[in-house]
Structure formats: structure tokens, C-alpha cells
């Protein structure tokens, strides 16, 4: 049967023999209980110094916990970004835990009255959605006696493709539209509010250097432009992220260093302080999901391995957040990672529905009941983006490692 091909594994892993992460065996990792998501706190800080080497030193750090709000690793890494950037109150209160209130903005539209007063009484920043969010803060804040630190969040007129990039402005339920933002602004520092600056997030997974940059530079001259129109300058410009990590099959990495010579380039337009978003590109790779085979069985001609956790614990994994077509993770048999491929078979997890796959006819070395099968590039929109609840079975564990 012919095998379908799998993404890269990660440059961190991929040399080993037998998986080891901060010098530990995935089985002694395993051995507290199945399945898991292990994460390489070695791993993430090497993206991070990554990242330091390749920007200009303008340009702060963010991590969006949306990401992976698993709290030791927010923990850790806060101590090396420069601001944590925030969705809902409950992120808020793992940031704050972890973060000084002004270092922290709180984006997402619908936030609801208390979760602006929470913000407001805490000192966060919130990134305003709306002309109705916007009048909301203000009343908040006037009631409570502070002065919001309120930044506006743009909807831009061009987007960031994965691909190149796809110009023309749409509807979108995200930030204020381009050509209302002056006005707002103007009105916020009327009314007294402490405005931040501007907030500009064109999307998401892009691997394209020449995307990026080309989106940076517009959401710079867009910010520039509107800064203008307000006859005010942005404290802050916040340039959004869109860093993606490969997954897939021929999918390459993101070139940062053509980002950043290109970014250094741009930032005099303006003079302000900059800051890049990132999630997924600080703690995707750094991420392993670990399940254990529990029964090997053929059907039809062909072999399937079905594992102790699926798409309860990674829907992402299985194709099934957010993807068109569905495809293979990085994926590996933990205890003979360079072995030669002896059978093609398909992982599946124990849920009752046809969509549980977390790889689709790959070619691996033999796994037996009880060995344990890796699934490498998960350590975003794992276990926080996966509907856990359903068909009851237990919770995933999470490990952070090497700290
Ligand atoms: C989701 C999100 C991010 C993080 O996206 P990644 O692809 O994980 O880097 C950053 N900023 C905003 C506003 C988001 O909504």
C-alpha cells in the first residue's frame, strides 16, 4: 500500500535515536500516565533568542498565550518576552499571574463589561474592538476614577496570506475599520483615556518571509497614515504576528532573518515603540503529544495503531481545526525514531468517530502494544484547542520540560 508522506520533525528531535527531551526518555515521561503533551522549554527559548538575533532591537517580544496558556509555560516564558497579549478575562488572570499588568494587552472582540472593568482596575491594556467596546471602557473607566489604557485595534484594508498576500479590506468582526480609526482615536484622548497606540494583526500561519515583510511594511504605512489623521503619535505599535511553523509535508521554515533586515528598513516611518505577536511560532515546535498504543488490529488489508488519546486531546493533529485538507503531522515511534519504515498504518484514538486519525497511512517502523507514538509540532492549539469533554475520557497531562 502506498504511504502517505509525513511533516518534518522538528530539527530539535529529529537527529535522535530513541526521543529524549531535556535529556529524559519519552518513555520515563510517559511513565506517570498516557497521553501527554510534553513541552521543551529548551526548545522555545532557542525561538525566542532566535528571533532576538534576527529583529532589529526596536521591536519587542509578545507571546498570545491563546497559543498554549498551559501556566508553567507562560511562567517561563515571561521571563524572556516583553509583554504577554491576552483574549479573554481568564487568560488575563494566567498573564497576571505571570506578568506586570502594563505589559499585558487583552484583544478578542464581545468583551463583556466585567471583563473590561477587570482590565481597567488591573492596569491591562485592551486593544478595543469597536466603537461600542470603545464608549463601554470610557464609561468604565470614569466610573471607576482611572484613565484606561486603551489601544485601538485596526482593521486593516489588506490581509497576510500564507501564500502572498491578498489586498482589498473585508467585514471582519476584528478591530475598527481603517477609515473610523482617527476619529476613535481623537475621542479617546479628548475623553481622557491613556491611549496606547494601534494594534494591526493581518493573519495568521504564514511561512512566506516575502508575505511578511511586504505586510509589515503596509501595516507600518497604514499605522504612520493613521497617526497622522489623528495628529497623534502611537505610544506603541503592535505589528501583529502571523509567524507559522512547517508542518506539512514540503512545508519550509520561516525565514526571520530576511523578516528582520526588511523590518529594520521600515521602522523610521514612525517614531514609536514596535512589538511582533507571536504564538504558535514560540511553542509549536516545541510541543510533542505522546500516546501509547493500546491495540494493533487489521481490517481490509491495512494496519491500524489506536492510541490512548485522539482528537479529544489534538483535534488540530487529526485536521480537523481549521484546515481544508486534511494531512499528516510530523510523526514518529518514539523508541526508534531512525529505524527503517517496515509497514504502513494508520494511528487512530480511541474517540467513536470516523474523523479520530491522527495519521493517515504512514509509513513507520513496527509498533507494538504498549509503545509510544510521538506526534511532533504540537505545542500549539493542542490541549486548549481540543474538545476534551467529548466522549469522556480523561483530561491530557502536560509537562514542561527543562525548566
Ligand atoms: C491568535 C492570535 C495570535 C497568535 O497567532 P499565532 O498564529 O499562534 O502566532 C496573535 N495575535 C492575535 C490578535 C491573535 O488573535
Known amino acids: 500500500m502506498n504511504a502517505k ?31 501527554l503533551y510534553l513541552y521543551d522549554m529548551a526548545a522555545v527559548s532557542a525561538r525566542i533568542a532566535r528571533f532576538r538575533a534576527a529583529m532589529p532591537k526596536r521591536v519587542a517580544l509578545h507571546y498570545a498565550i491563546k497559543a498554549n496558556p498551559f501556566p508553567p509555560l507562560i511562567a517561563a516564558i515571561a521571563q524572556q518576552v516583553d509583554g504577554i497579549d491576552v483574549a479573554s478575562a481568564g487568560e488575563m488572570d494566567k498573564a497576571l ?3 506586570p499588568a ?5 484583544a478578542g472582540p464581545g468583551k463583556r463589561d466585567a471583563e473590561l472593568e477587570a482590565a481597567i482596575r488591573a492596569g491591562v491594556t485592551l486593544n478595543l474592538e469597536s466603537e461600542g467596546e470603545a464608549d463601554r471602557a470610557l ?15 485596526v482593521n486593516p484594508d489588506f490581509e497576510l496570506r500564507g501564500s502572498g498576500m491578498k489586498m482589498g479590506g473585508r467585514a471582519s468582526p476584528f478591530g475598527i475599520d481603517a477609515a473610523r480609526v482617527p476619529g476613535l482615536v481623537r475621542r479617546l484622548i479628548a475623553a481622557g483615556a491613556d491611549w496606547r497606540g ?10 512566506s518571509a516575502e508575505a511578511v515583510i511586504e505586510t509589515q511594511a503596509a501595516t507600518i504605512g497604514l499605522a504612520a497614515r493613521l497617526a497622522e ?53 514560540l511553542v509549536g515546535e516545541a510541543g510533542i503529544y505522546l500516546a501509547r498504543v493500546v491495540d494493533r488490529k487489521e481490517s481490509q488489508g491495512e494496519t491500524f495503531l489506536v492510541v490512548d488519546g485522539g482528537l479529544n486531546h489534538h483535534l488540530a493533529a487529526t485536521g480537523n481545526f481549521g ?15 531512525q529505524d527503517p519504515v517496515e509497514e504502513v498504518v494508520s494511528v487512530v484514538g480511541p474517540l467513536c468517530t470516523p474523523l479520530d486519525r491522527l495519521a493517515d497511512r504512514v509509513a513507520l517502523p513496527r509498533a507494538e502494544v504498549g509503545d509510544l507514538i510521538a506526534i511532533f509540532a504540537s505545542g500549539a492549539y493542542g490541549a486548549s484547542a481540543s ?8 483530561p491530557v497531562r502536560e509537562v514542561l520540560a527543562g525548566v
Not at 102 to 106: D, E, L, Q
Not at 200 to 205: D, E, K, L
Not at 258 to 281: F, K, M, N, Q
Not at 324 to 336: E, G, K, L, Q
Open 139 to 153: 464609561a468604565i473607566g470614569a466610573r471607576l476614577g482611572v484613565a484606561p489604557r486603551l489601544a485601538v485595534r
Open 102 to 106: 502594563a505589559a499585558i494587552s487583552f
Open 97 to 99: 499571574a505571570a506578568m
Open 323 to 337: 484546515t481544508v485538507v486534511r494531512r499528516n503531522y510530523p510523526v514518529a515511534v518514539a523508541h526508534r525514531m
Open 198 to 207: 494601534f494594534h494591526i494583526y493581518a493573519g495568521s500561519q504564514a511561512l
Open 229 to 281: 489623521e489623528a495628529g497623534a503619535l502611537p505610544p506603541l505599535v503592535n505589528l501583529g504576528g502571523g509567524f507559522g511553523i512547517p508542518y506539512f509535508p514540503g512545508d519550509v521554515p520561516l525565514d526571520v532573518k530576511a523578516v528582520g533586515s526588511a523590518l529594520a528598513g521600515e521602522l523610521d516611518r514612525l517614531d514609536t515603540h514596535y512589538a511582533i505577536e507571536l504564538g504558535r511560532w
Open 5 to 35: 508522506p509525513i511533516g518534518p520533525i522538528p530539527a530539535d528531535f529529529a537527529e535522535q535515536a530513541v526521543l529524549h527531551v531535556a535529556g529524559q526518555g519519552a518513555a520515563d515521561w510517559a511513565a506517570a500516565g498516557t497521553p
Open 387 to 394: 474538545p476534551q469533554a467529548f466522549l469522556g475520557h480523561p
